[in-house]
């Protein structure tokens, strides 16, 4: 297992040397692809030495200097959080988020501040104030968004692990784009204190990383009940030992389902890879069921009502009085929106308009209300399938990476990428995406769903996908 | 009862009031920062949490500030509801809300009655930072100091049972313990309308004083606007504390629309049973009740029991003292002199030494006859100063009154010995002439001669001599 070896590699080898490596390639190769938007250079080889000394006196945290990346929606203290947005050019974060915390304490080198669409709003990491993200695997093509410097640090070398956020997609898109592992965990396991706000509700941070061992062991290290969020609740930080304690023999217990729905509209050459690694779970003894999910079809509708509405709301104390530029004007209304204009891109301009207009009291009954009833329905009928099976598994994206500034301009064909991606924010349920082939070199991902905190029962399935992937 | 009810029936006054008063805490109500706003120099008294950095998210609502607002609403004979409640966005864009939205929870508790006046709902939320307009500065120390709102059916009819109502309530919630007793601690949006006229709005007066005032104008005002054949429209105005007046801050047609959301940052808050169970078997007993109680139990008058309410501690000195003594005698005391004493020292029963068995000690004296009631006053002073023990204090005075009539004789046998003409004048039928004796023998005792004997063996000693 390729994360398993590299640490094993750090402990007898050099910390320092492992960062410079990683500082080379970010210099020669991210003019171009641009993951960063703020590097952290010297402390990184600061906290090189201090965890090379704890190496050598064997005392290391879990991460044990592995480079890590961090989205630019999460605090870290003393550096730029930028989220992407002019808004927040010059705005230093004055503390750690939650994650940022726990990886500091386990010894995780920090390297810097990851690209991302503008307050996360996108689908394929075009939309950031500090210019697109490229596809490390083919540089004309988007990496999928909206943690498009996560993936893209991690797939180009310049990090071994990476953080994003997921409100709809956001770890999953751009890890299958760039032909990485990444997991959205259930809603509450991982503390959301210190992600900016974009839809509360859906949305929390997770992890990218090469295979499942990577993921299993930064979800062990930010997993956890925070007094700081209280939507999180307690679990038990087994999911290395999970993966570690994998047996062939656990692909035979697995019942997985598939929904018909999951594959409509799918490009062709997706759909049979992904059924393809359907067929071989098979052959080796999982049990496979085909299964409808009949509201599933709402998903994106209710997904983006609740995403305008929570944003909306979050995006008010972007005033230009605390942060950022301030435009100026004759009153509050006036200096507000002056401030917005001038400092905010088209899609976050679109989504805080519509958010307004969908919460106010005269239209709230018609669209916003009835959206928090449809997703009910729409966690029902997950709920119903985890009671029968395991898994759900699918493709995580109906297309390949398209072109740079292919569908900037139509936000209804950017929307309407997430729709295998939304329904498990919608519900609060875990999923990932792994890379599971190739399409004339653009990577493929395969996405798998498990219950609310059925985290290693998903990464189960990871594991059993990826084995079956080996030697591809 | 309604105070000046009559004066107001033909306009048919109704008011209701949304109060707003801080929840006594050590921290805010969504971050561990200290709830002391005051004591600490601007932007001191903060974190990332209730500045609203991005990124940051709001703890649970601290417990002790759910608490105190369920002791208030059970104090005030509300239900609470059983469903669990969310905590609400209230957007609007003013420099003093870091968020631009303000997080205030649904009702928690309602339908109960105070003083007469319906409670319609209590609910819970933060307090705003501090906006500085002129100098265009914002402190955000208060930011996220928690608030209880109670909002109050329109039953009151008039502003002097307003300020009543007000005063009352806010000494129960201090007799609660559960609101801060800074200045700025009530703040009132107040609801009136006359007959004709429809609902106007003030909001945020400050104090108990500026709502009374603020009402008292607006009836003029309202009364004057109508009579001259104009109309009263909805609307919502702002009070001016410098001018006393109303002044119109918007009219009906631009009403602000909050754009209520669930915080989705909270989950919802649920109440259970044993939480209720266990803050309504602590709660204290209302001044309302106490007052009712005293003035059935000891027969004291309604000042007297007013006076001794007004303070939770020296009502229940009262009550211990009034176990081993008289009743009437103890109450008396505690209301006037005791009350006198404390307020000229600026000391309360708490801070100053005196105890119940003062007062008991004290009223036994006098009713004893040892005592007279001018020394007494003298005796509560030192007892509040020095916390002595009455005896003691008797003996160190010299203040035992004489009240065996064998002295008292000789004393006054020796005084008109002394005092022929005054004698003389009395038999002359002048009656100042007995004053003037009789405060002859109190100088002689240096004003320890029981009165009532030394006045009647007086009278048969000057009869017996003519």
Known sequence: ?????????????????????????????????????????????????????????????????????????????????????????????????????????????????????????????????????????????????????????????????????????????????????????????????????????????????????????????????????????????????????????????????????????????????????????????????????????????????????????????????????????????????????????????????????????????????????????????????????????????PTLPWKIGERISDPLAMYSSDILTVSANLAGICASSQPVGEVKGLPVGLQLHADSLSESKLLKGMRAVEIACEGM | MQLHEDKYKDLNLKIGLEIHVQLKTDQKIFCECSSDYINSSPNNNICPICTSQPGSKPMGVNQKALENLLKIGLFLGCKAYEKPFYVQRKHYFYPDLPSNYQRTSQPILGNGVFMGVGIWEIHIEEDPGRYELREGKVDFNRSGVPLAEIVTAPDIKSPEYAREFLRDLLLSLEYLGVIRGESGSIRADVNISIMGGNRIEIKNVNSVKGIYKALKYEIVRQKAVLQRGGTITMETRHFDEAS???????????????????????????????????????????????????????????????????????????????????????????????????????????????????????VGFIERGELSVKNAKWIIEDAVDTGEEIPVLMDKKNFYQISSEDTLIKIIEKIIEDNPKAVLDFKSGNQNALHFLFGKVVNETEGRAEPSKTIKLLKDKLCAVA
């Open chain 1, 1 to 397: 297992m390729f994360t398993r070896d590299l640490i094993e590699d750090l402990l007898s080898k050099s910390v320092e040397e492992h960062l410079n490596k990683k500082i080379e390639e970010i210099e020669k190769r991210d003019k171009e692809i641009n993951a960063f938007i703020t590097l952290n250079i010297e402390e990184a080889e600061k906290s090189s030495k201090e965890i090379q000394k704890k190496i050598n006196e064997g005392n290391q945290g879990k991460l044990s200097g592995l480079v890590i990346s961090i989205k630019d929606n999460l605090a870290v203290s003393n550096l730029r959080m930028t989220c992407g947005s002019k808004v927040l050019e010059n705005y230093i974060a004055p503390y750690d988020a939650t994650v940022t915390n726990l990886i500091k304490q386990e010894d995780g080198i920090i390297i810097g501040k990851c690209n991302m669409d503008e307050f996360a709003c996108g689908s394929d990491g075009t939309s950031s104030y500090f210019g697109p993200t490229k596809n490390p695997r083919n540089i004309d093509y988007v990496p999928g968004g909206s943690s498009s410097g996560s993936a893209a640090s991690v797939a180009a070398d310049f990090s071994d692990l990476s953080i994003g956020s997921d409100t709809g997609g956001s770890i999953r898109c751009p890890a299958s784009f760039c032909g990485v592992y990444g997991f959205k965990p259930s809603y509450g396991l991982v503390s959301r204190y210190g992600l900016s706000d974009m839809a509360m509700s859906l949305e929390g941070p997770g992890p990218f990383a090469k295979d499942t061992y990577g993921i299993a062991l930064l979800l062990d290290v930010i997993s956890g009940k925070d007094p700081r969020d209280t939507v999180t609740v307690e679990n038990n930080k087994s999911y290395l030992k999970t993966v570690e304690n994998f047996k062939d023999n656990d692909i035979k217990n697995m019942k997985i389902a598939y929904a018909k729905e999951f594959f409509e509209g799918v490009d062709e050459k997706i759909k049979n890879i992904v059924l393809d690694k359907i067929g071989m779970l098979e052959s080796q003894g999982a049990k496979i069921e085909e299964v409808s999910l009949p509201n599933i079809k709402y998903s994106i509708p209710i997904y983006y009502l609740v995403v305008f509405s929570e944003f909306s709301s979050a995006m008010s104390k972007f005033d230009g009085f605390k942060y950022g530029h301030y435009a100026g004007g004759q009153d509050i209304v006036e200096a507000v929106s002056n401030t917005r204009e001038t400092s905010m891109g088209t899609e976050v301009k679109r989504r805080v308009l519509l958010g307004t207009f969908i919460t106010m009291e005269e239209f709230k009954g018609r669209w916003y209300t009835k959206a928090l009833k449809a997703r009910n329905a729409i966690k029902e009928d997950f709920k119903r399938i985890f009671n029968s099976y395991d898994l759900l598994i699918g493709p995580t994206m």
């Open chain 2, 244 to 362: 006393m007046i109303t002044k119109t801050l918007r009219k009906k047609e631009t009403v602000a629309d909050y754009r209520y959301i669930p915080d989705p940052d909270l989950v919802p808050i649920y109440i259970s049973p044993e939480m209720l169970n266990e803050i309504e078997s602590v709660l204290p007993e209302s001044p309302h009740n106490k007052k009712k109680r005293f003035m059935e139990e000891y027969s004291l008058g309604e000042e007297i029991v007013d006076s001794l309410i007004s303070d939770l501690y020296l009502s229940d000195l009262f009550e211990e003292s009034a176990k081993n003594s008289n009743p009437l005698e103890a109450g008396k005391w505690c209301a006037t002199e005791l009350k006198r004493r404390l307020n000229e020292k600026n000391l309360s029963v708490s801070t100053s030494k005196i105890k119940p068995k003062h007062i008991s000690d004290m």
